[in-house]
């Protein structure tokens, strides 16, 4: 979901605001957050080397540089590929670049708003708290079938199928499609690494080419015998007489299944792993749902599953005396600014009770996350239960964060009860 843009070199940079930090470095990948707390304590508006342009690590900037209009996640609306040096788009990837056409995450107003609008009602609070009992019940289910084992990987026997059965079943798919709709989801989102190969783009066009046949094919059914679901909810909502393509309502399918995932999967682990590792009874801190709430937000900020998110100049502009030209990219860098000392108390603690604010996990401004509150419910039920039911539990492996920087995600963590 978050594509890093690899841009031309920036001279001139004074050589104390230039910062180098491999990504793909494990040392770095592993626990970036030493290097994140130099550059607060120097220069947390830095030009990163590796990255060939400029980041904002401090809470201020970047809350305040989501939220600017000077700023989008797309260009093509106010530049030409040519005037901002953007390749043209490969003949290979067409049915891949087609659902990423009209997906949220590469709109800017009005075509954003629009979209949006028409997809948001499904999102709000008050229709997702009815998901608590069945969260919960997938979870309860889970665990069950644990009984006998010694330890699990908690990420791929728990983490991750949670979140891919509840989309899958707000979208009106069944619970059974959860495995398939993930390898096409995972096979497709090969394609923000870096350097892809040929072969990758083909596989990655082909899973959007096999995704976008069978939503087609769901979608003729809906037409057919309408629904109480998201899928039919996006064919038939209408304002004022303005009502979804099918080609939106695919990009918008599979941008839910894609970005509703993994983010929460990494939060389940890395949440699971800051409450393990600090020592404190986890049961309580589930015990109420304010409680349960305070500790989510905790988790969410203390190690974010999200790290790095890039924004485009839309216009020639100036932030903190840095000059920047139409085009030229910036990272916003989310997992830093949790860490903030400016803005947290004893911001490297991993403190349930604190009550010093919100956190930029989810973002800022129109692109923030249309399934926060989806999130914070799936984490709150999963990892109360997990608890609940096994208050014993313990990491027995050293877990192992995964080798894509932005994407900050254990790769297994092995776990036991006995
Ligand atoms: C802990 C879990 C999650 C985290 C940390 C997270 C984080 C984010 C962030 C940071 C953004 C904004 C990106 C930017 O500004 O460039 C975003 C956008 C988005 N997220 Fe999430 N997300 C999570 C879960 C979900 C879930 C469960 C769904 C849907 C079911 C979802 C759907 C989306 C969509 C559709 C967008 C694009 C919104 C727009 O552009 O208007 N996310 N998310």
């Given amino acids: 979901m978050a594509a890093i843009t690899q841009v031309k070199p920036i001279t001139g940079v004074p050589p104390h605001l230039s910062a180098s930090a491999a990504p793909q470095d494990p040392a770095f990948y592993q626990n970036p957050y030493p290097f994140y707390a130099r550059q607060h304590a120097s220069h947390p508006a830095f030009f ?14 970047v809350s305040a540089l989501l939220r600017d209009k000077r700023f ?15 390749p043209e788009p490969k003949p290979h990837v067409t049915d891949f670049d087609l659902t990423e056409k009209f997906s949220l995450l590469n709109l800017e107003a ?14 709000v609070s008050r229709q997702v708290e009815q998901l608590r009992p069945r969260i919960r019940q997938l979870a309860h289910e889970i665990i069950d079938g644990f009984e006998g084992a010694e330890s699990v990987d908690l990420i791929k026997a728990f983490a991750a199928p949670i979140p891919a059965i ?3 079943e707000m979208i009106g798919l069944p619970a059974e499609m959860a495995p398939q709709l993930l390898n096409w989801s995972n096979r497709m989102v090969t394609m923000y690494m ?7 783009e083909l596989d990655a066009n082909r899973a959007a080419a096999e995704f976008t046949a069978y939503l087609r094919d769901m979608i003729a059914e809906r037409r057919k015998a309408p629904r109480e679901d998201l899928l039919t909810h996006m064919l038939t909502t209408d304002r004022d007489g303005d009502v979804l393509s ?9 941008l839910l299944l894609n970005a509703g995932h993994e983010a929460t999967v990494h939060t389940t682990g890395n949440g699971v792993k800051s409450i393990l590792e600090s020592g404190l009874d986890s049961q309580s801190l589930f015990a109420t749902p304010e409680q349960a709430e305070r500790t989510v937000e905790e988790c969410l900020r203390f190690d974010a599953p999200l790290h790095l998110f890039t924004r485009y100049a839309l216009m020639d502009t100036e ?5 920047l030209r139409k085009g030229d990219v910036i990272g916003l860098m989310l997992g830093a600014a949790n860490r903030d000392p400016a803005r947290f108390a004893h911001a490297d603690r991993f403190d349930p009770f604190r009550t010093d604010g919100a956190n930029v996990s989810f973002g800022a401004g129109i692109h923030f996350c249309i399934g926060a509150p989806l999130a914070r ?3 709150q039920e999963a990892m109360g239960v997990l608890f609940e039911r096994l208050p014993t539990l313990r990491i027995v492996e050293p877990p192992r964060y995964g080798n894509v920087y932005h994407f900050h995600g254990l790769e297994r963590l092995m776990v036991g009860w006995r």
């Fill in 194 to 200: 870096y350097n892809v190969t040929r072969e990758t």
């Fill in 48 to 61: 990163w080397e590796e990255y060939g342009h400029w980041c904002f690590a401090d809470f201020k900037s």
């Fill in 72 to 86: 989008g996640r797309d260009i093509l609306h106010v530049a030409s590929r040519e005037e901002v040096g953007l």
């Fill in 110 to 123: 009005p075509a954003h708003t629009r979209l949006r609008t028409l997809v948001n009602r499904a999102f």
């Fill in 246 to 254: 099918d080609d939106e309502v695919i990009s918008t399918a599979i």
């Fill in 377 to 379: 419910i799936e984490l």
């Fill in 166 to 168: 509840v989309i899958a």
């Fill in 319 to 323: 932030v903190d005396g840095i000059a």
